[in-house]
């Protein structure tokens, strides 16, 4: 069968012939139709991710869509290695495979299952997000942030918070459901000052995305503006401005912030898996948004490279 294959860490991958996959016990055949290309297949497939396999040679892409061999269409989620998602027949844990509604197009599917469960599973699984409360998104403007900020108001958040770079993007997040935008200026104190600002009105969930700066400073915000143990949870999904950040541990024992991850490894993956089927159901009417470009498989090698993360690339099995 055709796929898309990383035969020597670090390389781009490639199109051509893979072994056909034999499902093992529990597990089914899939025919794929649709896998799209993410930050953390990205970091897969270059072997730098912390849930690489390290086995070579292997099928790139985490999850699809695609058909059981009785024809019912599914959305599935991490193949085992060797296998991927990116060819034209995968195996997969029968757990981990849910089924689509009738209204969502494989291509939308495909395209937010990631992005989407990273906030939907955040702010449900994580923050335990409750009707009427205030959300932050730091780095709405990319595709999983501005699914955040969609997700967050479907939840029933009474207020959503989005910060970004692109002050053009963040200006298009109202009418997704962003109640205030605060640009990520490069002034430490003032974005600091800005903060404060949102925090001393009351702010349950920060979502972060971006870790660095940012980060750093929405955390000593909400530290200086804690009232009365009121928790502040603070989801750490993504690290797009720097992996690491400088905290004094006086703004963790001054106030009631709760930190913690939310990926792989910290969320069981039977409840990210529930995560991505509570998305699907709720993507047509949610009228979750999200730009998407298709691509046929055969051309991996020449659009890898260059494929940003707006829109959207997603891969066109078969």
């Known amino acids: 069968m055709k796929a898309a294959i990383v035969s020597e860490t670090g390389k781009t991958p490639v199109y051509g012939d893979f072994k056909e996959p034999v499902p093992g016990n529990g597990e089914v ?41 009785d024809g019912r269409r599914v959305y599935f989620v991490l193949p085992k290695p060797p296998l991927g998602s990116m060819s034209e027949r995968t195996a997969v844990s029968s757990r981990q495979c849910v089924a689509l509604p009738d209204g969502l197009d494989d291509v939308t599917a495909a395209a937010i299952a990631i992005p989407g469960m990273s906030a939907w599973a955040a702010m449900k699984e994580r923050a335990k997000l409750a009707a009427g409360e205030t959300v932050l998104v730091n780095g709405a403007t990319g595709t999983a942030g501005r699914l955040a900020v969609q997700i967050a108001k479907y939840m029933g958040a009474n207020k959503v918070i989005a910060t970004g770079r692109d002050v053009e993007a963040l200006k298009s997040l109202a009418s997704l459901g962003a109640d205030v935008t605060i640009p990520l200026i490069e002034d430490g104190d003032a974005l600091e000052e800005a903060f404060q600002g949102q925090f001393a009105d009351g702010v349950d969930v920060v979502v972060d995305y971006l870790w660095g700066q940012s980060a750093e400073r929405l955390l000593i915000a909400g530290a200086k503006a804690g009232k009365d143990a009121v928790p502040i949870r603070f989801v750490q999904v993504g690290s797009v401005s720097a992996p690491d950040i400088t905290l004094s541990s006086a703004a963790l024992r001054a106030s009631a912030i709760e930190l913690k991850g939310s990926g792989i490894g910290s969320i069981p993956v039977d409840r990210l898996v529930k995560s991505i089927d509570d ?10 948004e999200i730009a998407t470009k298709t691509v046929p498989l055969s051309a991996v090698e020449e659009t890898w490279a260059t494929a940003g993360n707006m829109p959207r690339m997603v891969f066109l099995v078969g």
């Open 29 to 69: 055949r899939i025919t794929v139709s649709a896998a799209a290309l993410s930050n953390v297949v990205r970091s897969r497939a270059s072997g730098t991710h912390y849930s690489s396999s390290g086995d070579l040679p292997f099928v790139v892409g985490i999850d699809g869509v695609g058909r059981l061999d």
């Open 279 to 288: 998305l699907m159901e709720a993507t047509v009417p949610g009228r979750f």
